[in-house]
């Protein structure tokens, strides 16, 4: 893997990012979970993670600013918040709650969509939830 950049470095290079996601559970060098152009955030949930990941974030997609490796599930939740702290990806297993309805949400495959809704039962063992998605050039 590369170094990366400064963060501050990263903000002056352009106006998206892209989140590479790779499973490293499968093959020699893992298998790719989802690969998404976004807005620049700092923060992103994933739905259905692999069990142990491996992030790469880039400025405009060119520009290393941030990794995570061997990042672990330390709980099964149908979500993980991914958060960029300074040159270094975290992971946290999550139950989405209204705080985060808005976030950008990152699927397998790739797609990125905004969470509206979430909802779950007490003993969190179901859940619905929906997505916006936005196509095209808007």
Partial sequence: MQRP???SDAEADGAFQVWALRGADGGSQGLEFARAKIDETDTVLVHAAPSVLDVEVFANGERLIAIGSDLRASEDTPMNRLTIDGTRVLREPVW??????GSIV????GEAGELQTWETDQARRTWVWSVRFRGGDA
């Fill in 106 to 109: 990152l699927l397998p495959g």
């Fill in 5 to 7: 950049a400064t963060r």
């Fill in 96 to 101: 989405p709650s209204d705080d985060d309805r």
